[in-house]
């Protein structure tokens, strides 16, 4: 690739990469301000992201404005950090993720999940009391299950809903305990439960209670997060390809500032 056309290529690549940033980190401080602290706790790392890829942009694009091969050098190394770093999560991302395949019951038309069920990082995640304490008050103050007698009106419609992953093992118990389902937000807890799984004593009717005690609301968030790493490595494989073809455009860009400073 020749040096205008490879520099050409670095210089609005990264520009409209810093704009990008720029625009993230707008929104990430309008969230921060915007949002409870459940929220306001995941915009960090996207601040922090965006932070790192605008400084690499300014070093990128000025590398290539100035056709200076130390600047380009120092991008190069930065982008390759990136790509490496993006490599090893979505590999661990696609390992860590590939339990927990859930279990449907007869009459429901969602799936019922297990805790064990899930990888060893899971369970060391969401086993762990500070971890659990936090996630906890943030599934509370959710509308998961706050909500569910307003979407599911008749005991019917509740019935033939299609629950999500969090709202069938945290807001209600699992159907192995045999409890009626009065409507979608209470449950007839008179009944001795049918199973002896401890989660069918955890429940309770109250909004502050739940199940958010139990080991299916924990698999329910496990669930959850599986889906969510999944979506996310899936990103990282398509951002991964495309930073490759970057850091190859940069590469002869690189080549190309040195030997024009060598002829220098």
Known sequence: ??????????????????????????????????????????TFPVLGLAAFIFVISIIGFLGALKNNPVLLWIYLIMLCIILVAILVFTVLAFIV?????????????????ELQDFSSWFLKQLNNTQNWKRLKSCLVKSDDCNNLSKKYKTLNQYKSAKLTPIEAGCCRPPSECGYPAVSASYYDLSFHPISSNKDCKLYKNSQATKCYNCDSCKAGVAQFMKTEWRVVAIFNVILFVVLSIIYFVGCCARRNAAANHSKA
């Open 97 to 113: 993720t590939n339990n927990g395949s859930g279990h449907y019951v007869p009459g429901l038309r969602y799936k019922e999940y």
């Open 1 to 42: 690739m020749g040096m205008g056309t490879s520099n050409f290529v670095i210089r609005w690549i990264n520009f409209l990469t810093m704009l990008l940033a720029i625009a993230v980190i707008i929104f990430g401080v309008w969230m921060s301000t915007h949002h409870d602290s459940c929220r306001r706790s995941l």
